[in-house]
C-alpha cells in the first residue's frame, strides 16, 4: 500500500485549498476512506471519511459545511476540498482507509501527509 497526499500550503484564514491523495495497493471505491489530521501537540484525528455504505459521508463537527471529500474512481485518489479555512484547521493532513491500513498487529501504515498552514 502507498498513500501519498498532497496539496497542502499555506492560506490565510477563509482561503481553500483542496488536497488530493494517490493510493497504490488500495482501491479507494472498495474501501471507507478517510482524510486525518494531525495538529502539533495533538493526536492525529479523523476529519472527514468517505464510506461505501449507506451514509456516505461523516465529517468532524468542526469542518461540516466547510470541507467535502470525495474519489475519483479512475485514479484511484481521495480529495478533500477544504474551505473558509481556519487557524484551528492547520496541520498534516493524511490519507488512509478507515481503520487504518496496519502493518502488523503494533504498527499502522501512514503514508505521506501534506501541511496545511492557516494563518489569522
Known amino acids: 500500500v502507498q498513500l501519498q497526499a498532497s496539496g497542502g500550503g499555506s492560506v490565510q484564514a477563509g482561503g481553500s485549498l483542496r488536497l488530493s491523495c494517490a493510493a497504490s495497493?488500495?482501491?479507494?471505491?472498495?474501501?471507507?476512506m478517510g482524510w486525518y489530521r494531525q495538529a502539533p501537540g495533538k493526536p492525529r484525528e479523523l476529519v472527514a471519511a468517505l464510506t461505501t455504505g449507506g451514509n456516505p459521508t461523516n465529517y468532524l463537527d468542526s469542518v461540516k459545511g466547510r470541507f467535502t471529500i470525495s474519489r475519483d474512481d479512475a485514479k484511484n485518489m481521495l480529495n478533500l476540498q477544504m474551505n473558509s479555512l481556519k487557524p484551528d484547521d492547520a496541520g498534516v493532513y493524511y490519507c488512509?482507509?478507515?481503520?487504518?491500513?496496519?502493518?502488523?498487529?503494533?504498527?499502522?501504515?501512514w503514508g505521506q501527509g501534506t501541511l496545511v498552514t492557516v494563518s489569522s
Open positions: 488512509n482507509s478507515v481503520p487504518v491500513v496496519r502493518l502488523s498487529s503494533r504498527d499502522e501504515y
Open positions: 495497493g488500495i482501491l479507494v471505491n472498495f474501501n471507507d
